[in-house]
């Protein structure tokens, strides 16, 4: 692990860190927060899964965590969201595909399945280098994101149950395998057969019988992308009779910006830590 | 008036706006955040005046006012720190002259003096706007800025403590005229006589019979520019004996960033409502 910066911050530290992935075949970085409570003791872990065109800075710089961060002594991890460098195929002139759009998926297809490993770069590798250097409780771990990244926060939720013990989401894409924004996307990173995409769909995934016990999500009226990609409502239709509980707040006049999120994080990380322990 | 951008945020309105600025004969930018009380009742304005490099965009970004001024109901104005434009004169290789680096005063030496006039765009015209155009009580206005902008904080506060009810500043420079970084730039802003340059500087001022009640101050102990640009005790000596109240909190492990300024500033915004009422 390579310390890129690190200072202090609301009486904790912020740094911002790499690490050479071998899933994704280059350096990737990443954000961690430690609160004071660290110092002393193992303290629980949220994940934040940042939106399309976002890299781990952009929650890190706007996202407003650290100070409730700080207060209920939780580590916040906040990862990249594709593989980075010259060598990594991408589409430049597409924001919705290639770096800075990996929507939390292994790739299958060429040339985008040697580079775009971003299940395995999160779920593997980075956990196991947080375990190792910072003082994370492994047994204590949250996910949330936003947008693409809340896509990516309910799919690791709905796989990985024992792992995480609570899942938020600001504005996610709750079913990218039928959204405009996101299909083009899964196809080209997955392939044409639409049945490897239902794991990467967290309304099919449950369709299929994924479970976990509860999601708690803001979206705000005012975000330009809720009718077209976004559509919690067909969260709320699987959810339905299936025992998962979903507390879905729509709030009036906010948009998908960090304006939006910053204003409910604090909400989101007292979620957490109430079920973090 | 032009507006930029704007959006919902705790509850108020995070806003981005310009103007044609007569002053700096360009386009200048600025923000305003507006909390929910300003729809009801005139609210206390702040003002926060950026460091070196700064744009209005990055105590906007990084700053972490927004929830604390929303709970005080206060309103904060964010200038940019220069004029900007292809046709503004700069030094584009030196962070500290030309743009980004207006230091907050009007230049009188050519040819910075046809654009660089920060001190009238701060305390004339952009007031004019923001009492216009927001519901901003002019009669309670309070002034805050971080390292070259605390100077502009503290030197406006020292030469209009009838406009200003309370000044705070992170990290600010205090002694402008005797520092390596900011000394060359007020030679070529304002010529050789080093007698044009004491009513920008806070200790100069204090010296010529400046007074203004108290300044609020922190400062971090491991910010790497504390020995050599900014030195707060030279504040304190000039102050002693004035009546000048100087709470100075130097602030453990700290350094010159964002990290540091949004970690104390829940305190600074108390502490400006606290005197504006």
């Given amino acids: ?89 991408d589409e430049p002139d597409n924001w919705q595909f290639g770096k800075g759009a990996g929507f939390y998926l292994d790739a299958t297809e060429p040339p985008w399945s040697k580079h775009y490993r ?12 947080i375990a190792g250097h910072f003082a994370a409780d492994m047994e204590r771990q949250g996910i949330m994101g936003h947008s693409m990244g809340g896509h990516g926060a309910l799919t690791f939720a709905l796989k990985y149950p024992d792992r995480f013990r609570s899942c ?11 959204a405009d924004w996101s299909k083009p996307a899964l196809e080209k ?6 049945a490897a995409w239902r794991r990467y769909d967290a309304t099919q995934l449950i369709a299929d019988g994924a479970r976990f016990p509860e999601f708690f999500i803001d979206q705000g009226t005012a975000d330009g992308f809720l009718e077209d990609g976004l559509r919690p409502w067909l ?15 729509m709030q009036e006049g906010y948009d998908h910006s960090y304006n939006f999120i910053s204003t409910f994080m604090d909400d989101h990380l007292a979620w957490h830590a109430e079920r973090l322990g």
């Fill in 118 to 129: 971003m299940e395995t770069h999160i779920l593997e590798e980075l956990p196991k280098l």
């Fill in 1 to 89: 692990m390579k310390i890129i910066s690190e200072a202090k911050a609301h009486g904790g530290r912020q740094g911002v860190y790499s690490m050479e992935s071998e899933a994704c075949g280059c350096d990737m970085s990443f954000a961690v927060f430690q609160p004071i409570q660290a110092k002393e003791q193992l303290c629980p872990v949220v994940w934040f899964l940042s939106g399309l065109t976002c890299t781990h800075a952009n929650v890190m710089d706007k996202g407003e965590y650290r100070k409730m961060a700080a207060e209920l002594g939780l580590i916040i991890v906040c990862p990249d969201t594709s593989p980075r460098g010259d060598h990594v195929p």
């Fill in 168 to 178: 938020s989401a600001f504005a996610p894409i709750v079913q990218p395998s039928g």
């Fill in 235 to 249: 969260l709320k239709e699987a959810c339905r009779g299936t025992g998962i509980g979903l507390t879905l707040r």
């Fill in 189 to 194: 990173y997955l392939g044409e057969d639409v």
